[in-house]
């Protein structure tokens, strides 16, 4: 079990570094879409939640893996360092949800940018770590 654990667990370090990366340059696509589809005129919701879908599409099965990378670390035994380190992640995954729900609030969307930053320095060095 610990063998395949491990296989598991740094694969899926390395995906989350991945899509995380991904995350925030179609994050920014979104930011960008919105500008082009305005031009000069009104932009509706509509618009700007599409150029955003990839975005929240990948945010949601980042913070999935996130979940899923400290059971990885406790049930194949990685030790504690890998638990402790995946459980951060977990816990900044389900921080950022939060943030990226709170759209009512646009503050919120300066700490959901910086918590993303936070995610992509552990990712990368938990992914380092392991390989």
Do not use: C
Not at 15 to 31: D, R, S, Y
Not at 112 to 123: M, N, R
């Amino acid at each position: 079990m610990s063998r395949h654990a491990r296989r598991m667990f740094r694969w899926l370090t390395a995906a989350l570094f991945i899509l995380t990366v991904a995350a925030i340059a179609f994050a920014t696509f979104g930011a960008f879409d919105a500008i082009h589809k305005a031009g000069n005129d009104p932009i509706t919701r509509k618009a700007i939640e599409n150029g955003y879908a990839i975005h929240i599409a990948l945010g949601s099965a980042t913070v999935l893996a996130m979940l899923l990378l400290p059971i990885v670390a406790w049930r194949g035994h990685l030790g504690p360092t890998n638990l402790k380190w995946s459980g951060a992640l977990a816990t900044l995954g389900i921080i950022q949800a939060i943030l990226g729900s709170g759209e009512s609030v646009p503050a919120l969307g300066l700490l959901h940018g910086l918590v993303a930053v936070a995610i992509v320095v552990v990712t990368g060095a938990l992914a380092h770590r392991t390989w």
